[in-house]
């Protein structure tokens, strides 16, 4: 059975439950996609990158229905909930100024069958302006549709219209505004990070966390989520906008005192990194019992393979039951995120049953066919296999494991990686230094740099190895890690680190950057 359609049959059926559960008269639906159910509208999301004084046109399609309809337009303005989801209210011009600079030919326009209408309208942007401003025109036919079963569905589109506005001097920012150890709905440790976007930009936020013992040995590496991006593990944050990233704590933790660790990569350049000391007591918090940590193990914990263009492969994924309980294991795929260039889904395919029995203290297996095209260009390619298993009887998640997929085709392969932004926050240790790396080669890397510090005098201070996070093997293609290292010698005042990028022994890269040491120990960005 081919893997990314099990997926996306998944996707639906827990969608068609969802929608079983809503017991309501009238629902009314911000649709995104074109619904053959009411008047359609292309396109729905409109980016103009712009120069203070700019004016730019721009045009939207409407559809036509089976009917002829009515179709009023108006502006909104998006509004970012702590959540990472958005909202929309009515515009007010006096405070959401950039209303003032969309003008639309027409507010309402009729639509006859089998014909379209072009809807035209400009954007005007003041001398004075800069940043990101996006605004809502919302797409509202003034006809509800009425399905046999009594449910009533007004279709309304909300077009995001992004205006990026070029202006000099203008940086993103973010502040780490909170961070804590929280209780979830069911007493389990929950890491909550709230991050603040004072910039005039919006960008894109990627977020983890660990959690290290006394000792300092890594007990957990977790990712930080908004609500509203358990998908593809990024919010874009809005200028202005709060929002709350979460992970939870899967792995038990005893009473004693662990280090919690965020690290936020946000924008082209961003960084923040923060430490926080927990002194966990018995009791603090519900952890799953023994059994439920670990309701059966699998092997390999990875899978690595080669190939070339139009060959196919078998390989087998072996699970061993490690309770005395039968248990329902459900095999899916996934892809490492959304419209992911370098995905593999596609080409796995799952021989025999998605679901089985393991039973208890007894073995299973799960058998994966890789076809590669024919077609395909020379590179590292990955995507993941997710294995689920569930109480036989209460049907409850019991473990969760992911193998993950790289498949090398090919030998033409560049390495090549970005140095994007050297970061700097006070530890016990010292210094910890972050370069944050992309991969902009068509193969995974596993980067390793090695760094010369110098003074304002340029004398020099002290050399240090960057390496990546532990538990952290490679970075796939088109990408982002960060490698790390501890400077041991610096104190306040600024420096300029030589950098040499290596992978393996072969030289990728070397850059300078420059930074400082705070006298506050606070966080600095480069």
């Known amino acids: 059975m081919d893997i990314s359609s099990v997926y996306m049959k998944l996707k639906e059926k827990s969608e068609h439950v969802l929608m079983l559960k809503i017991i309501i008269i009238i629902i009314t639906i911000l649709i995104f996609t074109q619904n053959g159910l009411a008047v359609g509208v292309k396109p729905l999301v409109i980016d103009l990158s712009m120069q203070p004084g700019d004016i730019k046109e721009f045009t939207l399609n409407l559809t036509p229905s089976g009917s002829e309809e009515l179709v009023k337009l108006s502006l909104y303005q998006p509004v970012q909930l702590t959540n990472g989801s958005l909202t929309y209210q009515k515009s007010d011009t006096e405070s959401f100024l950039a209303a003032k600079w969309v003008e639309l030919e027409n507010d309402e326009v009729k639509i006859y069958p089998g014909q379209q209408q072009t809807v035209s309208g400009r954007v005007k942007v003041p001398f004075n302006a800069g940043g990101s401003h996006t605004v809502v025109i919302m797409v509202e036919p003034q006809k509800t549709t009425q399905k046999k079963n009594g449910i009533r569905f007004m279709v309304r589109y909300a077009v995001r219209l992004n205006i990026r506005v070029d202006r000099p001097g203008l940086r993103s920012d973010a502040k780490l505004k909170d961070l804590k150890l929280t209780s979830g709905k069911e007493g389990e440790p929950i890491v909550k990070a709230r991050l603040k976007n004072p910039s005039a930009w919006d960008y894109l936020v990627l977020g983890e966390a660990t959690i290290r013992d006394s000792k300092r040995r890594l007990v957990e590496r977790i990712t930080l ?95 061993n039951s490690e309770i005395g309980e039968n248990t329902v294991v459900v095999v899916d795929g996934s892809e490492v995120e959304s419209k992911y260039k370098y995905s593999a889904l596609e080409w796995l395919k799952l021989r025999g049953r998605r679901q089985f029995t393991l039973r208890g203290r007894g073995k299973g297996r799960a058998i994966l066919t890789t076809a590669v095209p024919r077609n395909v260009e020379d590179g ?63 193969i995974f890397c596993s980067p390793e740099a090695k760094m010369i510090i110098k003074d304002n005098e340029d004398k020099f201070v002290e050399r240090v190895k960057l390496n990546l996070p532990e538990g952290t093997e490679e970075i796939l293609p088109l990408k982002n890690q960060r490698i790390t290292g501890i400077a041991k010698k610096l104190t306040p005042g600024k420096y300029t680190a030589e950098i040499s990028i290596y992978q393996g022994k072969k030289e990728l890269t070397k850059l300078e950057k420059e930074f400082e040491v705070l006298e506050s120990k606070t966080d600095k960005d480069e």
């Not at 924008?267 to 018995?282: M, R």
């Not at 473990?399 to 090919?410: D, E, L």
């Open 225 to 319: 989520e908004s609500k509203s991006s358990r998908k593809n593990s990024q919010t874009r944050m809005h200028p202005g906008s709060k929002v709350d990233y979460l992970g939870e704590i899967t792995k038990r933790l005893t009473s004693g005192e662990y280090t919690l660790r965020v690290f936020f990569r946000y924008g082209d350049h961003g960084q923040i990194i923060k430490s926080k000391q927990l002194d966990i007591k018995e009791g603090d918090f519900n952890f799953p019992g023994a059994d439920e940590i670990g309701a059966f193990t699998v092997e390999p914990k990875k899978l690595n393979l080669k190939l070339k263009p139009g060959q196919r492969k078998s390989e087998i994924i072996r699970l």
């Open 380 to 442: 590292s390619y990955h995507s993941n296999i997710n294995l689920k298993a569930y109480d036989s009887e209460t049907k409850k998640l019991l473990t969760k494991k992911q193998v993950p997929v790289s498949i090398v085709v090919g030998k033409d392969h560049s390495y090549a990686v970005q140095a994007r932004s050297l970061h700097t926050s006070s530890i016990k240790e010292g210094e910890l230094l972050s370069l944050d790396l992309f991969n902009n080669g068509n």
